[in-house]
């Protein structure tokens, strides 16, 4: 079974400096996806960024980008420029092999409750 | 284009009631998942489901909770006889129907709180 640890419970930044969370799994497959989702105070769920484990390049969307690094299965997220709407709690989730019938279930870590200060 | 509706928002049932949550996937994707999110917790998968099928209930509790997602109408989470541990808030997520591992979307959530 697929784990994912999120070692950081809350993390607090000022706003417009850049952040960095952590996340780490474990699993015995070669090919898999990871993602961080956003979740604010709404609770809505919300895909920040995806990654193919098979793609070499970092993934990047605006101000956050990813540092995957595939032998330490360590998927950190990066946030350039922080600003208020940030503040969230951020999940770092896991999605084994696409089978070709439908994608598995995600599996999430705790969550990092990122704060941005004025 | 809607998103992934999901109803109640919120829900209060006493121990031993029944609890009947909904989701109806955004247009075009037919594949279902359903996640519980306890307090301070991750989303913790429960089931998968395609039109008139369960593809993967591994995360599912044994008794008392039963998914389904028939051919017509939405998803439906339902929950017997709850108990105050079920209280959490309850996701649901839709993906596309073909092609490659699509993004998962997901719903506003359901709050369940058992009295």
């Known amino acids: 079974a697929q784990t994912v640890t999120q070692s950081q419970p809350e993390m607090s930044v000022q706003e417009a400096e850049t952040v960095t969370l952590s996340c780490t799994y474990d699993t015995s497959e070669n090919n898999y996806y990871l993602f961080w989702y956003k979740q604010p105070p709404s609770r809505q769920m919300i895909l920040v960024i995806r990654q193919e484990a098979y793609k070499q390049q970092n993934a990047t969307e605006n101000r956050f980008s990813v540092n995957f690094q595939k032998a330490a299965k360590s998927f950190s997220l990066k946030i350039s420029d922080s600003q208020l709407g940030d503040t969230a709690m951020y999940f770092c989730?896991?999605?084994?092999?696409?089978?070709?019938?439908?994608?598995?279930?995600?599996?999430f870590g705790k969550g990092t409750h990122l704060i941005i200060q004025p | 284009n809607a998103g992934v509706m999901q109803n109640p928002r919120h829900l209060v049932r006493r121990r031993g009631q029944e609890a009947r949550l909904r989701c109806s996937p955004m247009?075009?994707?037919?594949?279902v998942y359903w996640y519980r999110q306890l307090p301070e917790e991750g989303l913790k998968f429960m089931v998968y489901?395609?039109?008139?099928?369960?593809?993967?209930e591994s995360g599912m509790p044994k008794e008392r909770f039963s998914a389904e997602f028939p051919k017509e109408g939405p998803s439906i989470l339902r929950i017997q006889q709850v108990v105050r541990g079920d209280s959490a808030a309850y996701f649901c997520a839709s993906s596309p129907t073909s092609g490659g591992p699509y993004e998962q979307y997901f719903g506003p959530g359901t709050r369940l709180t058992v009295t």
């Open positions: 247009k075009g994707h037919s594949h």
């Open positions: 989730a896991f999605m084994g092999p696409y089978s070709g019938g439908g994608a598995d279930g995600l599996t």
């Open positions: 489901l395609q039109k008139e099928n369960i593809i993967d």
